[in-house]
């Protein structure tokens, strides 16, 4: 299936699920800003190169690990961008307003991105 086998998938399922189950918890537990904190941690970064590293082998593994690497730092700072920007938005037209706004603006953010890291 496109190249990836079944274990990299259930891999990627698990941590990525035991990462948000995590976050859940410690923002119920302890607050919504630890939970935050928690939520960002690189867990399907780290099943993805778990990933890799069962799919692949060899110079494929390193070319692939330095891809899914470059990705990950242009995906992060998008992310922090958006959050940033988010924030402020929240505060002048309310959450509901800011989720789509959110949505909207890290997916426009993440195509320049991508297009700067592609095309240019």
């Not at 976050?23 to 941690?41: D, F, R």
């Not at 110079?59 to 940033?84: E, Q």
């Amino acid at each position: 299936m496109f190249g990836i086998s079944i274990t990299s998938l259930v891999l990627r399922f698990l941590i990525g699920g035991i990462a948000v189950a995590a976050a859940s918890v410690l923002a119920a537990k302890v607050g919504g800003k630890v939970g935050g904190i928690i939520a960002t941690m690189p867990a399907v970064y780290l099943a993805a190169i778990f990933a890799l590293a069962i799919d692949h082998r060899g110079k494929t593994l390193v070319n692939m690990s330095i891809h899914l690497s470059s990705g990950a730092i242009l995906g992060i700072i998008s992310c922090i961008v958006t959050v940033f920007v988010t924030a402020l938005y929240i505060q002048r037209k309310g959450y509901q307003r800011g989720t789509l706004f959110a949505i909207g603006f890290w997916l426009i953010l993440s195509c320049v991105f991508f297009g700067i890291k592609h095309f240019i």
